[in-house]
T-cell receptor, first 116, second 113 residues
């Protein structure tokens, strides 16, 4: 069963705390993504990973970093979270970027992060 | 840079009404165009795509036609149902080494007639 799993589903943190969002996929997809979703803004790309240790900034990378040490795992890290990072975060995966198949993204169910 | 515009943030309509969600894009070249749907509590999921002028994509009763002349890819459904309650995203393919660019989304709210 093709699946992208995100943990946790809900998270509440205080401003200045570190945050780790985890994502796993069981499809052996090379490419993985982190998006954030805000009302009226849709889905904004934070980072893209082409494979293990091959990551690239998206449109809004400031305040975030990522880690990909295994093909099936992609983590999003917020060092010293800020209140404006309150959002819903989605992880996605796809086949190799640069191919038509890469444009079919498989999304997880999201993590709702609240920073107080 | 490339961009996608969805003018309706929300569409409320009666069940069995005809649904249109507008999507216009700005991009160089010949990008692929997509529709994704997001049901409550879930992540977005692929609906269908089109990659050349006049090509029609369709799935689950929804359809859209790639129109390079008007740079549009409007989503249509002849008879909307309660189960179509979701947020619909238009997206633009970034080509080699680039991720999809999504529009701001349109929430569809079907109401009893």
């Amino acid at each position: 069963d093709m699946k992208v799993t995100q943990m946790p589903r809900y998270l509440i943190k205080r401003m200045g705390e570190n945050v780790l969002l985890e994502c796993g996929q069981d499809m052996s997809h090379e490419t993985m993504y982190w998006y954030r979703q805000d009302p009226g803004l849709g889905l904004q790309l934070i980072y893209i990973s082409y494979d293990v240790d091959s990551n690239s900034e998206g449109d809004i990378p400031k305040g975030y970093r990522v880690s990909r040490k295994k093909r099936e795992h992609f983590s999003l890290i917020l060092d010293s979270a800020k209140t404006n990072q309150t959002s819903v975060y989605f992880c996605a995966s796809s086949l190799s970027i640069g191919t038509a198949s890469a444009e079919t993204l498989y999304f997880g169910s999201g993590t709702r992060l609240t920073v107080l | 840079g490339d961009s996608v515009t969805q003018t309706e943030g929300q569409v409320a309509l009666s069940e069995e009404d005809f649904l249109t969600i507008h999507c216009n894009y700005s991009a160089s070249g010949y990008p692929a165009l997509f529709w994704y749907v997001q049901y409550p509590g879930e992540g977005p999921q692929f609906l269908f795509r089109a990659s050349r002028d006049k090509e029609k994509g369709s799935s689950r009763g929804f359809e859209a036609t790639y129109d390079k002349g008007t740079t549009s890819f409007h989503l249509r459904k002849a008879s909307v149902q309660e189960s179509d309650s979701a947020v619909y995203y238009c997206a633009l393919g970034g080509g080699f080494a680039s991720a999809l660019t999504f529009g701001s989304g349109t929430k569809v709210i079907p109401c009893l007639p």
